[in-house]
């Protein structure tokens, strides 16, 4: 096998790792920059190279909130040099300089472009990617502050029309949910950890749009999903569920959450703008997910790129979740997927990921 040689793409521009702020191209690099003996063969685009980043951004960002919430002031820039290797794998992803000092975010960032997948360098051979992305507090002050990382809020928007609320646990441990403004108000797609950490959101709501709160949908019955209930319930906001998660919640005493649709139906299309689907089950026997345009509301059904395992599976049905996961890749590929903890994932590979995380569980 002929030695390893390579081309050293054009450097590309800090991308300050914040939503929705996308990487840019900076000039290329000198000539008497690229090392002797370079197998020029293996080229790619440097717009190829930037979508692929940019698509796989929140990944990295996720890294970096991660430790701001216990470093709130955190900021520098992290130089990730890695290898594409002829079938477009990254084979190789190195630290080749930081000015940030947290080795947990460095490592997190260099393991998070080792599973990156980029299409075949033109001409066969490998490319050489060296990727400075500068971290920066930019976002804003949290909803809510947490301490030591843990009761933490904040909302950081998808698009124009959705956001994403985030809160913490007293463990630190992060989950999502989803606000959407409609034509008729505002929508809560599952609440926070806690009753006042939902009300932090409700309130933020309140603020930035200045819209009623029209409703909620629960997406399964776990506290990560509904554990603010009573914080709807004040404001008499009705909320609603598959027709299994509201029998589990009266089980336990929980009352007036109304039924959205039932599992036999499967599907239901709410005139409020989204379609809720209930794939079987999989994390829960009772998990459904939620299409917006544009992105697919997964829940704790799905796993984010980051998940290296299944998380709580206390209420799992094992042997179904593959095929959950399957049936609901069927129905919404090629979306953006918010999943129940972890960043939001714009590659559509989050799927595989989490087939992946349960074929390892099979086999162990």
């Known amino acids: 096998m002929p030695a390893a040689s390579a081309l050293v793409a054009p450097a590309l521009a800090a991308a300050f790792v914040a939503w929705g702020t996308p990487p840019s191209l900076q000039p290329p690099l000198p000539s008497d920059q ?9 080229e790619m685009d440097q717009g190829i190279i930037r979508g692929v980043i940019q698509r796989h951004v929140n ?9 701001l919430g216990l470093q709130p002031s955190l900021a520098g820039r992290v130089m990730v040099q890695f290898t594409i290797a002829a079938s477009g794998q990254v084979i190789a992803s190195v630290l080749q300089h930081s000015t940030l000092g947290h080795t947990g975010v ?36 949290p909803l809510v502050d947490g301490t030591a990382g843990a009761g933490l809020v904040d909302v950081q928007p998808f698009d124009a029309k959705l956001f994403v609320h985030r809160s913490t646990d007293a463990k630190g441990i992060p989950s999502n949910g989803l606000v959407a403004v409609t034509e008729g108000g505002l929508l809560l797609v599952d609440t926070a950890w806690t009753e006042s950490q939902t009300e932090a959101v409700l309130a933020w709501g309140d603020r930035r749009f200045r819209l009623p709160w029209i409703g909620a949908v629960i997406t399964h019955d776990h506290t990560d999903r509904d554990g603010g209930l009573a914080a709807l319930e004040r404001r008499k906001i009705a909320v609603a569920a598959l027709d299994l998660t509201v029998a589990k919640l009266t089980r336990r005493g929980v009352r007036g959450v109304t039924t959205l649709f039932t599992a036999r139906d499967g599907v239901f299309k709410d005139p409020r703008g989204f379609e809720a689907y209930y794939p079987g089950p999989g994390h829960a026997s009772d998990n459904i997910v939620l299409h917006f345009p544009g992105l697919v509301y997964g829940g704790c ?21 593959p095929a959950a996961i399957r049936n609901v890749r069927a129905r919404y590929a090629d979306l953006a997927i918010v999943p129940g903890h972890g960043p939001v994932d714009l590659s559509g590979e989050a799927y595989q990921h989490t087939l992946d995380l349960l074929a390892a569980v099979k086999n162990r």
């Not at 990944?59 to 430790?67: F, I, L, N, T």
């Not at 490592?107 to 075949?120: D, I, M």
């Not at 799905?302 to 979740?321: E, H, I, N, R, Y």
């Open 34 to 42: 690229i090392p002797p003996g370079t197998n020029r063969r293996g």
């Open 59 to 67: 990944e990295v960002k996720w890294c970096y909130e991660e430790a």
């Open 106 to 141: 460095e490592q997190c960032t260099v393991e998070a472009v080792r599973r990156w997948q980029f299409p075949r360098p033109v001409g066969g051979g490998i490319v050489i990617v060296s990727y400075p992305f500068v971290f920066s507090p930019t976002g804003g002050a």
């Open 301 to 321: 059904l799905v796993k984010s790129m980051p998940a290296d395992d299944l998380g709580f599976t206390g209420d799992a049905d094992l042997a179904g979740w």
